[in-house]
Every structure is written in C-alpha cells, then in structure tokens.
C-alpha cells in the first residue's frame, strides 16, 4: 500500500457551515454600508446638479 499525497491549497479547502454564516453576515454588513454611501452619494449628485440648475450659486461670477 503506498502513500499518495494530494496537492490541495488550504485556500481552496471546502468552508464550514460556521466560516460562511460568518463569511454572509460580513458581506452583508458591508452590501448595507455600501449601499447607504451609494444613497448619500445620490443625494449630493442631486444637490451639485439642484445648484447648476440655478446657476452655479456664488462660485465664479
């Protein structure tokens, strides 16, 4: 009987149900901030785009 060795990567070892519960609760951690910078980011867009309508505020004229 002889010994086989496998060429496997740690990285690319099968997860436990434990490392993805906490694997998904980080990601969707991060979707939700992500997600509140994208609105506050349309907001702004919204303001920048309010002041050019109305001639461009105080700034150069």
Same mark, same amino acid.
């Given at each position: 009987?002889? !010994? *086989?060795? =496998? *060429?496997?990567? !740690?990285?690319?070892?099968p =997860?436990?149900? $434990? /490392?993805?519960? #906490? /694997? %998904?609760?980080? +990601?969707?951690?991060t979707a939700?901030a +992500? $997600? #509140? *910078?994208?609105?506050?980011?349309q907001?702004? +867009?919204?303001?920048?785009? /309010?002041?050019?309508? +109305?001639?461009g505020? %105080?700034?150069?004229e």
């Amino acid at each position: 009987m002889a !010994i *086989q060795h =496998k *060429q496997t990567s !740690i990285a690319k070892r099968p =997860k436990t149900p $434990e /490392e993805l519960t #906490a /694997e %998904n609760k980080a +990601l969707k951690s991060t979707a939700a901030a +992500l $997600e #509140a *910078q994208v609105t506050d980011l349309q907001l702004a +867009l919204c303001d920048v785009y /309010e002041m050019a309508a +109305l001639g461009g505020g %105080n700034g150069g004229e």
